[in-house]
Nanobody, 125 residues
């Protein structure tokens, strides 16, 4: 079983920045592919970024490319999402997700078994 705890959400003005963190426990972190997802009211949960367990390959959804950066620190069992140039449409609950040794479709939410409780990000205009 993997436990995930997110932090770092909050209220920020458009154009500002936030960094989300997610600490994982219960499994060797270096074997986990990690994803950041978000869900706005009335919308489906979408993956914004993911980082593979092996090699550190990263993928992003088009709407955040060039603005968001996912990274991981295996020594700290932590994955980060640095969010710059935030827009009101980035407002959502952001979730961290994990799956063991996932190599394919890493932006697909159905591939992840483990989820955090979420952290709210609100971007004001």
């Amino acid at each position: 079983q993997v436990q995930l705890v997110e932090s770092g959400g909050g209220l920020v003005q458009a154009g500002g920045s936030l960094r989300l963190s997610c600490v994982a426990s219960g499994r060797t972190f270096s074997t986990l592919t990690m994803g950041w997802f978000r869900q706005a009211p009335g919308k489906e949960r979408e993956c914004v970024a993911a980082i593979m367990w092996s090699g550190g390959t990263t993928l992003y959804t088009d709407s955040v490319k060039g603005r968001f950066t996912i990274s991981r620190d295996n020594a700290k069992n932590t994955v980060y999402l640095q969010m710059n140039s935030l827009k009101p449409e980035d407002t959502a609950v952001y979730y961290c997700a994990a799956e063991g040794r996932l190599r394919v479709e890493i932006l697909n939410r159905n591939k992840y078994h483990y989820w955090g409780q979420g952290t709210q990000v609100t971007v004001s205009s």
